[in-house]
């Protein structure tokens, strides 16, 4: 069997949808003040943006491009946001969604460079996967890493003991110590609401999407079915996923297994949105600062989460939440997803996270605010690069200043 282009096949109908009408890159609104991030930061030729990577399918798909250094270039250089889907002007007329999935197909077309040219492949996105292989993160940290943020707490582990939430940390923040202390402080929020939470502990598996993402769509697959079975054992009723990826991933890309996941999947947002408004977290201290929100690209675009953080943080006595010119749907991609953080060592993404950062600026906020582990350290990376003074923050730092007593 051709295995040349097998991915990218299944896909057809939408290579084939696209108008090529260029809205993907060119719709500027008073709210939108571009469509595309990398298109944005390059010299925006057609293949930096969805338009020229449509061309490229297609002429995979006729036999009139063939697979080389600068083509995986291009194919790689995306984010994958999805605010071109969003734009986009070839459009279902029942139910207004896009008909040309760019990121299926962007997806797609690196699946089938890494089954058949894995030599046109950055080694970098290989190594994360060999990595996933041997330690099953992308990170290449041993599973005994994974969960040492909860050394000192009390908690059960959720293959023992059944518990109403499971709370789903994810590799990144699991395995940064500059963000394990999120963990910790969701734990202690969650523990102020009476919410009784396990963890999986060593044995959290990879989510599987920084996998899908980079084009590893088998390896994907047989992660995510094995995920399926071991969630599912837990017997929790709600998995909280800490990371916009993780939530994104179990939510979304799980639904597509023949196995269903039995768990309802919120990101944190989400349910710290629930335990407000039920009374069960209850603001002790005021702050004093005005913040903006960035939508974490998985989190708004791909789940349709924007209200939540928002309803979050206008709960939080003194904090005053301005908003960007682009924001929600629109909002500017931090420039971390889909392996951007990997590619050409990651000089493309703090481009975009400085363009996000100086749209963040221009509100006047002392703090800008995100719900997505990627996006923090993008976006703090690009504001060391900037110069910024503004501070960039976990949503979770917020709440936990705000209903947790001093001790």
């Not at 089938?112 to 970098?124: G, M, Q, R, S, Y």
């Not at 800490?242 to 999947?265: F, I, M, T, W």
Request: hydrophobic share 35%; aromatic share 4%.
């Amino acid at each position: 069997m051709n295995k040349s282009n097998k991915a990218l096949k299944k896909m057809g109908l939408s290579v084939y949808a696209c108008r090529k009408c260029g809205q993907c890159g060119t719709k500027v609104t008073e709210t939108v003040p571009y469509v595309c991030p990398v298109r944005e930061a390059t010299p925006g030729f057609d293949h930096f943006y969805s338009r020229g990577k449509i061309v490229i399918a297609q002429g995979l798909l006729e036999g009139k491009l063939h697979p080389d250094a600068n083509l995986a270039r291009a194919v790689y250089s995306c984010t994958l946001c999805g605010n071109c889907m969003d734009k986009c002007g070839a459009i279902n007329a029942d139910t207004g969604e896009a008909l040309v999935d760019t990121i299926g197909i962007v997806e797609a077309m690196r699946a089938d460079l890494l089954e058949t040219h894995p030599e046109w492949v950055d080694d970098n996105y290989k190594a994360l996967l060999t990595a996933t292989r041997q330690y099953d993160n992308p990170w290449g940290v041993p599973r005994t890493v994974k969960e040492k943020w909860a050394k000192k707490l009390s908690l059960p582990r959720a293959r023992e003991t059944r518990t109403e939430v499971l709370l789903f940390i994810g590799c990144t923040t699991a395995s940064t110590p500059a963000l394990a202390q999120r963990a910790v402080k969701s734990v202690e929020i969650l523990k102020k609401a009476g919410v009784s939470v396990s963890i999986l502990g060593r044995d959290e598996p990879c989510c599987g999407s920084v996998q899908k993402r980079i084009g590893a769509l088998a390896q994907a697959r047989e992660m995510m079915e094995k995920n399926i079975g071991l969630l599912n054992d837990t017997g929790c009723s709600t998995i909280v996923a800490l990371c916009a990826g993780c939530a994104n991933a179990l939510k979304n890309d799980y639904s597509q297994s023949e196995q269903k996941l039995n768990p309802r999947v919120l990101h944190l947002v989400e349910f710290l949105a629930e335990l407000f408004k039920a009374g069960r977290l209850e603001p002790v201290k005021r702050q004093e600062r005005k913040v903006t929100y960035h939508d974490p690209c998985h989190l708004g675009r791909h789940m349709g989460v924007y209200d939540a953080p928002r309803d979050v943080l206008n709960a939080l006595p003194g904090i005053e939440l301005v908003e960007r010119t682009a924001t929600r749907k629109n909002t500017i991609c931090c420039g971390a997803g889909g392996g951007m953080r990997v590619f050409e060592s990651g000089n493309f993404a703090e481009k975009i996270g400085m363009a996000a950062i100086k749209s963040a600026e221009q509100t006047g906020a002392e703090d800008l605010v995100s719900a997505c582990p990627f996006c923090e350290m993008n976006l703090e990376t690009a504001g060391s690069l900037s110069g910024t003074a503004m501070t960039v923050r976990d949503i979770i730092d917020l709440v936990h200043d705000s209903v947790m007593e001093k001790k």
